[in-house]
C-alpha cells in the first residue's frame, strides 16, 4: 500500500475515532458497536506502528536517520550529506563498510547455528555472532555522532554470497561457510588497517579497536577449519 493510500486510510480512522469518543459519551450506541469501534482504533495504531518499524527494515533510526533501508540509500544519503568533504565520504565510507561486514557475519553465523551438523563450527558461528553484534553496536554510536548513514541491509554482493549459503547444507555448507567468512576477514583487516592511515581521530580510534577482535575472529576461523581437516585425514 502507497503512502497517500495509507494517509486516507488512517484518516478514515480517524473519523471513526472521534465518532468513537463522541457517541461513546452520549452513550447512543450499544456496547457491542463501541466495541467495534474500538477495535478499528486499534488496528489503526498497530498498522501504523507497524508501518513506521518495517519501512526502516525493522530499524529504528535515531533522528539524523542514521539507518536506512539499503546499502545505496545509505551511500547516497552520505555522498549528499558529505558533498563538501571528501575526508567525511572516506569516514562514512570506513562506517558503512565495517557496518555491512558485520550484518553479513551476523547472518551468515545464524545461518551456520541452523544448518551446520559440525559442533565446532556452530560454536564458531555463535562466537562471530556475539562479536559482531559488539562491533556494530560500537559503529552505530560512532554513526550517530558523525551523523553518518548506515544500511540495514547487506550489499548486492554479500547477498549473493548469503543466497549461496541458503541453498546448502552438510559438508558443501561448512566449507563455503569458512571460505566465506576467511575471506570477509581478511578483507576487513584490509579495510580497517586504511582507516588507521586515513581516517580522522575518531575513526582511528575506533578501527585501533576493532582490529584485534577481527584478527581473533579469523585466528578462530583458521584453527576450526585446521581442527576439520584433521578430522577428514583420519
Same mark, same amino acid.
Given at each position: 500500500?502507497?503512502?497517500?493510500?495509507?494517509? /486516507?486510510?488512517?484518516?478514515?480512522?480517524?473519523?471513526?475515532?472521534?465518532?468513537?469518543?463522541?457517541?461513546?459519551? %452520549?452513550?447512543?450506541?450499544?456496547?457491542?458497536?463501541?466495541?467495534? =469501534?474500538?477495535?478499528?482504533?486499534?488496528?489503526?495504531?498497530?498498522?501504523?506502528? !507497524?508501518?513506521?518499524?518495517?519501512?526502516? @527494515?525493522?530499524?529504528?533510526?535515531?533522528?539524523?536517520?542514521?539507518?536506512?533501508?539499503? /546499502?545505496?540509500?545509505?551511500?547516497?544519503?552520505?555522498?549528499?550529506?558529505?558533498?563538501?568533504?571528501?575526508?567525511?565520504?572516506?569516514?562514512? *565510507?570506513? =562506517?558503512?563498510? @565495517?557496518?555491512? %561486514? @558485520?550484518?553479513?557475519?551476523?547472518?551468515?553465523?545464524?545461518?551456520?547455528?541452523?544448518?551446520?551438523?559440525?559442533?565446532?563450527?556452530?560454536?564458531?558461528?555463535?562466537?562471530?555472532?556475539?562479536?559482531?553484534?559488539?562491533?556494530?553496536?560500537?559503529?552505530?554510536? =560512532?554513526?550517530?555522532?558523525?551523523?553518518?548513514?548506515?544500511?540495514?541491509?547487506?550489499?548486492?554482493? *554479500?547477498? &549473493? =554470497?548469503?543466497?549461496?549459503?541458503?541453498?546448502?547444507?552438510?559438508? &558443501?555448507?561448512?566449507?563455503?561457510?569458512?571460505?566465506?567468512?576467511? !575471506?570477509?576477514?581478511?578483507?576487513?583487516?584490509?579495510?580497517?588497517? +586504511?582507516?588507521?592511515?586515513?581516517?580522522?581521530?575518531?575513526?582511528?580510534?575506533?578501527?585501533?579497536?576493532?582490529?584485534?577482535?577481527?584478527?581473533?575472529?579469523?585466528?578462530?576461523? !583458521?584453527?576450526? +577449519?585446521?581442527?576439520?581437516?584433521?578430522?577428514?585425514?583420519?
Amino acid at each position: 500500500m502507497g503512502i497517500q493510500e495509507r494517509k /486516507y486510510k488512517y484518516g478514515i480512522y480517524g473519523i471513526i475515532f472521534c465518532l468513537f469518543i463522541k457517541e461513546s459519551v %452520549s452513550m447512543r450506541y450499544s456496547v457491542v458497536m463501541r466495541a467495534g =469501534l474500538f477495535l478499528l482504533c486499534m488496528q489503526a495504531v498497530f498498522e501504523s506502528c !507497524n508501518y513506521n518499524r518495517n519501512s526502516h @527494515g525493522g530499524s529504528t533510526p535515531d533522528s539524523n536517520g542514521v539507518v536506512t533501508n539499503s /546499502y545505496d540509500s545509505a551511500n547516497n544519503l552520505n555522498e549528499t550529506k558529505f558533498s563538501s568533504s571528501q575526508a567525511q565520504q572516506d569516514n562514512a *565510507q570506513y =562506517l558503512m563498510k @565495517g557496518y555491512s %561486514s @558485520g550484518l553479513y557475519e551476523i547472518k551468515a553465523a545464524d545461518e551456520a547455528r541452523r544448518r551446520s551438523s559440525v559442533k565446532e563450527v556452530r560454536k564458531l558461528a555463535g562466537l562471530i555472532r556475539e562479536t559482531y553484534m559488539g562491533l556494530n553496536r560500537r559503529i552505530e554510536s =560512532l554513526a550517530i555522532k558523525k551523523q553518518i548513514s548506515l544500511p540495514s541491509d547487506l550489499d548486492p554482493e *554479500q547477498q &549473493d =554470497l548469503m543466497n549461496v549459503l541458503r541453498s546448502e547444507r552438510g559438508t &558443501d555448507f561448512d566449507e563455503d561457510y569458512l571460505r566465506q567468512i576467511t !575471506n570477509d576477514h581478511k578483507s576487513s583487516l584490509i579495510l580497517f588497517d +586504511q582507516a588507521r592511515k586515513d581516517g580522522d581521530t575518531d575513526v582511528i580510534r575506533w578501527a585501533d579497536q576493532t582490529l584485534p577482535a577481527v584478527q581473533k575472529c579469523l585466528d578462530m576461523i !583458521n584453527a576450526c +577449519q585446521r581442527k576439520l581437516d584433521s578430522a577428514e585425514k583420519r
